[in-house]
């Protein structure tokens, strides 16, 4: 015989969302009901090791927002998405330090299978950090594009004429010989 869970009542899907419906349908808990019971069995160490109630500041983003609205070349939208990078980079290492603080929890990640919880905690971990490395590089991409752009065509070959040649980009420097004085 099967113990049900005090919360189930058989066939009693009044006030139920979707999620509790399918579960109770497979015998299985929602991962409200999961986050519920642990909070419930926690309460006595909670009470032990009191954490903070409210969720972390989240970051006024407003004068970034401004300055990225202000900016008018790449080098300034630049300036701006450094600054916020540089900015969320401690709060997402922190973040990032306790993902592999939890992975690493009781050694729980040795010989831990891909797809398991630890390795889950460990790719979340790495995932923090990515985008930060990820903002960085598009950044970068923007500034290469802008400072540092492809090489203009060759110049023609004996024989052929620059007729032939498409028109230079604009912005992009005159080829050939500069006129003499």
Known sequence: MTLRDPDFELYDNVGRDGDQIAAARYGIATDRDLLRWARRDAEPFVAEHPLPEQPLPAPDLGPYLDALAAAEIPAQASAVTQRLLDAAAPVLEAVSEYLVAAARWRGQNRGAE????????????????????????????????????????????????????????????????????
């Open 114 to 181: 891909l797809g398991s919880p630890p390795k889950m905690l460990m790719k979340a971990a790495s995932d923090s950090l990515s985008a930060l490395a990820l903002g960085h590089q598009a950044d970068l991409a923007i500034l290469r594009a802008e400072y540092d752009p492809t090489p203009p065509p060759p110049s023609p070959a004996p024989g052929r004429t620059a007729r032939c040649l498409p028109p230079a980009p604009p912005g992009a420097p005159p080829t050939g010989t500069a006129p003499g004085r």
